[in-house]
């Protein structure tokens, strides 16, 4: 096979999850609960320079709000996350992402 056949058959490849997936949000039942949850503030969240911020943190999750507004979430304290803090910061609760520990987070990559 010819290399430049070998790069678009690669790039049209789907990525694979080597089988594990990230349990899916709780929140389907409870018709959107967590967009009334509060804040999270510099008390609860604090600034990091590692890899160790809310978004590789197995309780964080992301749903779509109203009018398809992300809405970033932290089950283990059930608050809000601002946008951006999801990148900088991270709460003494941090857990590694069970995905994460297996090889493998769509969200990161």
Request: proline content about 6%; some cysteine; glycine content about 8%.
């Amino acid at each position: 096979m010819h290399p430049i056949a070998d790069v678009a058959a690669v790039a049209v490849s789907q990525p694979r999850s080597h089988g594990t997936r990230r349990p899916g949000p709780v929140f389907g039942e409870n018709n959107g609960v967590y967009e009334e949850w509060p804040y999270l503030d510099e008390a609860v969240l604090l600034k990091t320079r590692s890899r160790k911020v809310c978004m590789t943190c197995h309780w964080f999750r992301h749903h779509a709000g109203v009018n398809c507004i992300p809405v970033l979430t932290r089950q283990l304290h059930q608050g809000l996350i601002a946008h951006g803090e999801h990148l900088t910061s991270r709460c003494q609760g941090w857990t590694d992402d069970m995905t994460r520990q297996q090889g493998w987070a769509l969200e990161v990559a």
